[in-house]
């Protein structure tokens, strides 16, 4: 074992050989670690315990760390060649890390991290910015960026991290990897640098769901519990209306494996905007001490001026003696982040708490136990090396509207790829309740597979724009049916589903909500063939199965009346009143 580490890296050095070329494209040298690691070194797990005991539960997986997280004997570096100088060796191993390696895991190296683990995009000009295995000529994303390569290119099974406001999860969606934002406060930050104490959260990239989870329940130490399947997939329209590409492009993947595995009565839309402007009072006392402006100014982009000042006072707070005091020659943009004055009151800082603890209320609210929030990863596709659009406001302003959505309410979130757009990744995120994570990784490790099927699939499919306007168009006039049932307006109802069917008649929820309405007119005959018809659709189509089963026992069909319930009664759906529309 004790050769073990030194004999991956010949083996690595090997089969990478051929990369050690320069390419007039990019304008330098791809190392054969595509710049990842900062150090090599060799953490081994103890022996395997004697039969009949199992063996340790991370035997043969191998992980780096960014270089915030201690280990005995080394200086944790925080990405500046300052740091290193100015500070001693650790003395004791992060808990973290030394959980991962009694659970049988080996660790190869530390991996290299932005300025001070501070930014977003994966640059370091002190040690190189780490080549973006999935699109070289793009920026890898940080500020977690050499551990997000480092499982990328294969190097290791998985990869620690740090997640303040997208460390873990920008990389992941800009490298094509998984990437894992556990619960705030659920796994200990001891031996780990700080970056902003009230938001950072260590987190974890892996290569595959199964990886993920493995290493995911080490770290949560969480006990067994029989899986369950989300009763609720929240899509949030307003935050894939920030995106940069194809709306449709990421929505329809979710759809078509969400319809696939949990029947399409399980998706649901939402529009955060409203939502949090509602459930969140204090963003608007933020918004009367802070911002000056735009009255119409968003509460995700609210959001994420709260975050963004949190970081900026608690990193300031937390290391603003030792920057005053050794004057390191930072990026001039962090620079500009971290030396830019911050008035703050003390009232201003509790409002900002505040803030945070109502976000958990209302996701928590919003999602429960059972349910999954959908939202994209990033809004832009991984910028291009040297390029100015990742100081644009308007890069700035849609990404934290996106990750401050975690970031504050300190719930769960795992990044997941979804293949390329334009040669480059594409991801989506998954957010659940906090203290949702063991759910979240189930959920994970049950669609993975179907997801990324669906992902090829819409990639190569040549839907024209108008088939896409069209299914808009119908999901908008159902809704209005929707709304219409809700007043008990049947008839209403009835023509706003028609015509919803006429724009797109493939969608089992148009005609069993059509059914349902049929139901309340009485009107069985025409009921139970709506249901027939979205039968065929969804077969999962619970809902479906119910109304039918009672327009024919109204019609006098007992015994397929009867056959419908006991095959309901059989379904692990079955929660929701029948007559609830989808």
Known sequence: ?????????????????????????????????????????????????????????????????????????????FGHPDWLKTHEPSTRTSPVVLALVEGGATCIGKTVVDELAYSIHGENKHYSTPTNPAAPARISGGSSSGAAVAVAADFVDFSLGIDTLGGIRVPAAFCGVIGFRPSYGVISNTGIIPVSSSLDTVGLFAKDPSTLRRVGLVLLQLPFSVQRNPKQILLADDCFELLKIPKDRISQVVTNSTEKHFGRQVLKHENLEKYFSSKVPSLKEFY????????????????????????????????????????????????????????????????????RTEMRLAVNNLLKDDGILVIPTTAYPPPKLGSKEIFSDDYQNRSFSLLSIASISGCCQVTLPLGYHDKCPVSVSFIARHGGDRFLLDTVQTVYSSLQEHADTVAKSKLSPNAVKQEHSAEAVKEKGNQAYKDKQWQKAIGFYTEAIKLSDNNATYYSNRAAAYLELGSFLQAETDCTKAISLDKKNVKAYLRRGTAREMLGYYKEAIEAMLWCLNQPIREQPFLQIG
């Open 1 to 77: 074992m004790a050769s073990h580490a030194a004999n991956l890296w010949v083996l690595l050095g090997l089969g990478l050989a051929g990369i050690f070329l320069m390419t007039k494209r990019l304008k330098k040298t791809i190392k054969a670690d595509f710049g990842a690691f900062i150090q090599k070194l060799e953490l081994l797990p103890p022996p395997q315990p004697a039969p009949p005991k199992a063996p340790h539960p991370l035997t043969g997986l191998n992980f780096a760390v960014s270089d915030v997280f201690d280990i005995e004997g080394y200086v944790t570096g």
């Open 288 to 355: 009367s001490q802070k911002i000056n402006g735009d009255s119409k100014i968003s509460s995700l982009t609210l959001l994420a001026n709260v975050a963004q000042i949190l970081q900026r006072y608690e990193f300031k707070r937390t290391h603003g003696e030792w920057i005053n005091s050794e004057k390191p020659v930072l990026d001039s943009a962090i620079s500009a982040q971290i030396n830019e004055t911050l008035d703050m009151t003390d009232k201003e800082i509790e409002i900002c708490k505040l803030v």
